[in-house]
């Protein structure tokens, strides 16, 4: 499993509703995000330790998950609970799914795939009320993504918007009326995901975002523009 030591952006907190789960990846891991039915989200390795099921395809039910191979059902620490073709078994400890830190802030998902998780405290700051917009993949490196950031004018602009680096991955992009906020993840040597968050959004600046982020994806994906960058 890649040892990410800091917090990695995974989802908007929004498209995760509870007692829904989605697969997602980090630097070509596969990693399952759920959450239970109490809104509480939940990070593991994607993968039912019996047949190696992702755990994505299953179903949540209360506070647990259930593979969809053969019903196998987890609580909120990872531990096998109960396995239907043996209901009367004690089932072993040792049946368990790693789990990774999880935490919300800024209306993005994060996560921590260390040994030793990591710091809530050390999540990076926005103030502001976020409001998210999308989540947009590109076939595109993160560094990049990144070095495109710095040079793309937002909606309504033709100059390139006031770029900040708020965290290795996190970014503010301001101008326009508008300040987006772009969380990056690294799924593998040539994708990049981007998840998005207006702060103190006025009125229409959403749907305003959404379409320009089609153009943005364009221009990631672009070879002149890779080429430049490089």
Same mark, same amino acid.
């Given at each position: ?13 929004? &498209?995760?509703?509870?007692?829904? $789960? ?49 019903? +196998? !059902?987890?609580? &909120? ?5 109960? @396995? ?7 089932? =072993? ?16 998902? +994060? ?11 050390? #999540? ?11 989540? #947009? ?6 560094? #990049? ?8 004018? #937002? ?30 993840? $690294?799924?593998?040597?040539?994708? &990049? ?5 207006? @702060? ?21 994906? $672009? !070879? =002149? ?6």
């Amino acid at each position: 499993m890649t040892d990410e030591r800091g917090w990695v952006p995974i989802a908007l907190s929004g &498209t995760i509703e509870a007692s829904t $789960s989605t697969g997602v990846i980090i630097g070509g891991e596969e990693i399952v995000v759920w959450r239970d039915s109490k809104g509480a989200a939940h990070v593991w390795e994607d993968r039912c330790p019996h047949r190696g099921m992702r755990m994505s395809f299953g179903f949540v039910r209360g506070d647990h998950i259930a593979c969809l191979y053969h019903g +196998w !059902q987890y609580d &909120t620490g990872g531990q096998c609970q109960y @396995i239907p073709a043996h209901p009367d078994l004690e089932v =072993p400890k040792t049946i368990k799914i790693p789990t990774y830190a999880v935490a919300e802030k800024g209306g993005i998902i +994060w996560t921590s795939l260390a040994a030793e998780g990591a710091d809530p405290a050390e #999540l990076p700051d926005v103030a502001g009320s976020a409001t998210p917009v999308r989540s #947009l993949y590109v076939d595109c490196p993160l560094d #990049l993504a990144l070095g495109l950031l710095a040079r793309t004018a #937002l909606p309504g602009e033709t100059e390139p918007a006031q770029c900040k680096t708020i965290s290795g991955n996190l970014v503010s992009l301001s101008g326009a009326g508008l300040r987006l906020i772009i969380a990056l993840q $690294s799924i593998g040597p040539a994708k &990049t995901g981007l998840h998005m968050v207006l @702060i103190d959004a006025a009125p229409g600046s959403v749907a305003r975002v959404a379409k320009w982020a089609e153009g943005l994806r364009l221009s990631l994906e $672009s !070879q =002149p523009a890779l080429a430049e960058v490089a």
